[in-house]
């Protein structure tokens, strides 16, 4: 099988509509109740205040946009991966793995040790795969559904 040649560049604003589609799109692939998307709706857009406040990151697949993640510093040598999606017609093809590879590099570059992944319930098991850590756990919006909490070793 020959290898994906993935395009990753820094998002600008101009990204930002197409961003919100994807981000949206993956959301909605595991099937969330639409009163839950509702509730999500801002957290899924993305606006020129979150481009200024974390580092975005865009994959592409010749024209098509595959993933989308954002960082921001914690400290000297932590970072929070605090968007992390895949298209879903991407998903299982391993864009996912190719992401982490690029965060990993990134960060690896930037001297960062550790990363922390607050994770969507549904995505633990691929953070796990990707060999991520389950550290603690952290309440939502919604009652009685918990994050799990994940720290990956760079």
């Given at each position: ?123 633990a098991g691929f953070y796990r795969r990707m060999g991520a850590m389950q550290v603690g756990e952290e309440p939502t919006k919604i009652a009685g559904r918990v994050f799990p ?6």
């Amino acid at each position: 099988m020959k290898k994906k040649q993935i395009q990753v560049q820094r998002a600008t604003s101009a990204d930002s509509a197409a961003m919100t589609r994807l981000i949206t799109a993956s959301k909605s692939y595991w099937e969330y109740p639409s009163e839950w998307m509702e509730l999500w709706k801002d957290e899924l857009t993305i606006t020129q205040e979150k481009l200024d406040e974390r580092d975005f990151y865009i994959g592409k697949d010749g024209d098509d946009l595959v993933f989308v993640y954002s960082l921001s510093q914690l400290d000297a040598d932590r970072y929070e991966l605090e968007d992390c999606w895949v298209a879903p017609e991407s998903i299982g093809r391993g864009y996912g793995q190719m992401l982490i590879d690029d965060v990993k590099e990134r960060l690896g570059n930037l001297g960062a040790k550790r990363l922390k992944i607050i994770s969507d319930p549904k995505a633990a098991g691929f953070y796990r795969r990707m060999g991520a850590m389950q550290v603690g756990e952290e309440p939502t919006k919604i009652a009685g559904r918990v994050f799990p909490v994940f720290e990956l070793k760079i």
